[in-house]
T-cell receptor
């Protein structure tokens, strides 16, 4: 079956760096997405990886290893506003998104 | 660009009534839109894929007669929750892609439905 695993919750300190991991198993693969979702709001798109390697976008970077079925989202210089849930989603061979349950990130001063 | 507008943001209705939620792509055309439901502290669950000019494709376990989807134009899809019950209370979110099938999904702001 198709499956996405990511930690349920993580805690980090303001100004620090945090890495949120995601492993996936899908029927075929057409890319890995990361979304940010603040409480009570809809998700917003952060990044998309389809090739192996690191994609950097400001304070956020996303990494993909297709052979390992593994991705991570790296957040640098954490700010209080980064407190949110981070959703990992893999696109299968039918271009359907398989969603993880999300990682709730708590930022402490 | 790639703005998806969803209306209303929240709605409270009585049990047994019907509620319509609109989803519009404001600056692009969307032949396909997706309707999700999210219960508190749970992940997004795809309910159905809305196809312009044709019938929606529903996920397993989603009642098509209860959740009516209409995608009459390239910029508008509607979800009607018919005969709503308290267990239908949830956060409903629509989304669409502005590019080809590989592009990221852009989400509306969601509709918080409370059925009393």
């Amino acid at each position: 079956g198709q499956n996405i695993d990511q930690p349920t919750e993580m805690t980090a300190t303001e100004g620090a760096i945090v890495q949120i991991n995601c492993t996936y198993q899908t029927s075929g693969f057409n890319g890995l997405f990361w979304y940010q979702q603040h409480a009570g709001e809809a998700p917003t798109f952060l990044s998309y990886n389809v090739l192996d390697g690191l994609e950097e976008k400001g304070r956020f970077s996303s990494f993909l290893s297709r052979s390992k079925g593994y991705s991570y989202l790296l957040l640098k210089e954490l700010q209080m506003k980064d407190s949110a849930s981070y959703l990992c989603a893999a696109m299968d061979s039918n271009y359907q998104l398989i969603w993880g349950a999300g990682t709730k990130l708590i930022i402490k001063p | 660009g790639a703005v998806v507008s969803q209306h209303p943001s929240w709605v409270i209705c009585k049990s047994g009534t019907s509620v319509k939620i609109e989803c519009r792509s404001l600056d692009f055309q969307a032949t396909t839109m997706f309707w999700y439901r999210q219960f508190p502290k749970q992940s997004l669950m795809l309910m159905a894929t809305s196809n312009e000019g044709s019938k929606a494709t529903y996920e397993q376990g989603v009642e098509k007669d209860k959740f009516l989807i209409n995608h009459a134009s390239l910029t508008l899809s509607t979800l009607t929750v018919t005969s709503a019950h308290p267990e239908d209370s949830s956060f409903y979110i629509c989304s669409a892609r502005d590019e080809d099938r590989w592009g990221p999904l852009h989400f509306g702001n969601g509709t918080r439905l409370t059925v009393t």
